[in-house]
């Protein structure tokens, strides 16, 4: 991930994957979306900290540049398919334990919504239509990932011809 990178957690839990993707590999924002309302609640504070820590002397000139930019990371309280995906180019989907149909909605919604080229991590994907096409896009595995990564693609595009 780099800084044109936006990150959405799909089932964000306490947020530590969005503050990770911003803060150590970063993407220049990171949007949790979490259903619980205490986890939800736990990666509010935990934002909180991260203000705090911001502005204590552990954090460095590059630390406070990316922590200080408002709107860097959001959480957010509510049903994944609701969130509105357009803007993502990089999603986080555990969706462990996610009912099977649950997790073919979620393919078809990824499809609709994400851009082009947009990378999709989904280590449970097992309700997904390999061979799914919408709108003459796929998911396309990629290859040197253990099989849970994908990147949105034109069917009938090369690798790397995005
Ligand atoms: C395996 S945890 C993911 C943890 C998190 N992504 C991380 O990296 O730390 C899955 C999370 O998805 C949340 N979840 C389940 N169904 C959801 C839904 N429909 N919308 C939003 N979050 C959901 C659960 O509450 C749980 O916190």
């Known amino acids: 991930m780099g800084d044109d990178d936006v990150l959405v957690d799909l089932g964000g839990g306490v947020g530590k994957s969005v503050v990770g993707g911003v803060m150590i590999f970063n993407a220049s924002q990171g949007f949790s979306v979490e259903l619980s309302e205490s986890r939800f609640a736990r990666a509010c504070r935990a934002l909180e900290r991260l203000e705090g820590a911001a502005a204590s002397r552990a954090c460095g000139r590059a630390c406070r540049e990316r922590a200080g930019r408002p709107g860097l990371i959001e959480m957010a309280h509510g049903d994944l398919m609701d969130f509105d995906l357009s803007a993502a180019t990089v999603v986080l989907a555990f969706s462990t334990c996610y009912p099977l149909d649950f997790q073919a909605r979620l393919q078809r919604k990824l499809l609709r919504e994400l851009r ?8 449970q994907h097992k309700g997904w239509d390999e061979g799914l096409v919408l709108g003459g896009r796929s998911l396309a595995p990629i290859p040197y990932d253990f ?10 595009t090369a690798p790397g011809e995005l």
Request: glycine share 16%; aromatic share 12%; no cysteine.
């Open 116 to 123: 082009l080229g947009a990378r999709v991590y989904a280590p």
């Open 147 to 156: 099989g849970h990564a994908f990147r949105v693609e034109a069917v009938g």
